[in-house]
């Protein structure tokens, strides 16, 4: 009985340990995102993705597949996208399945600009993605924008 319970508890602090990993791994796809985003290396944005991987980006656009994904970064990175900020500041992880993630993300984006140039305001929104580990490396299956609204009792 004594070497089941250790054994349970190995069992667990070892799950435990990879659990952690797997967070931190997710938490650098994350960062690697925002630091091409920043860069403008739509290329690398994309190559974050499944090949089969799907996007819906904030104004409606869809994509399904890395490249019209990266196709949907460079349109939004040659105009209202360019030369922004994109800042994550809370990334929350929740392991479905030792191969599957749901990241939720709150993000802002500094320094966009409208259709004719002007500067516009900030892009505060959130981000769902699903991350499915293939080869030993998470790669983005779908993700999901969504901008904050009011509250309808800030609306009145």
Known sequence: MRILITSLALLSLFSTSLLAADDQALKDRVNEFQTAWNKDDTKAMAALWTEDGSLVNPFGATAHGRSEIEKIFVDEHSHAFKATRYEASE?????????????????????????????????????????????????????????????PSETK
């Open 91 to 151: 990334v929350k992880v929740q392991q479905v399945t030792a191969d599957v993630a749901i990241v939720d993300i709150t993000a802002n984006i500094s320094g966009v600009h409208a259709p004719d140039g002007s500067a516009a305001p900030d892009y505060p929104h959130h981000v769902v993605w699903v991350f499915v580990k293939k080869d030993g490396q998470w790669m983005a299956a779908a993700a999901r924008p969504y901008q904050f609204s009011p509250k």
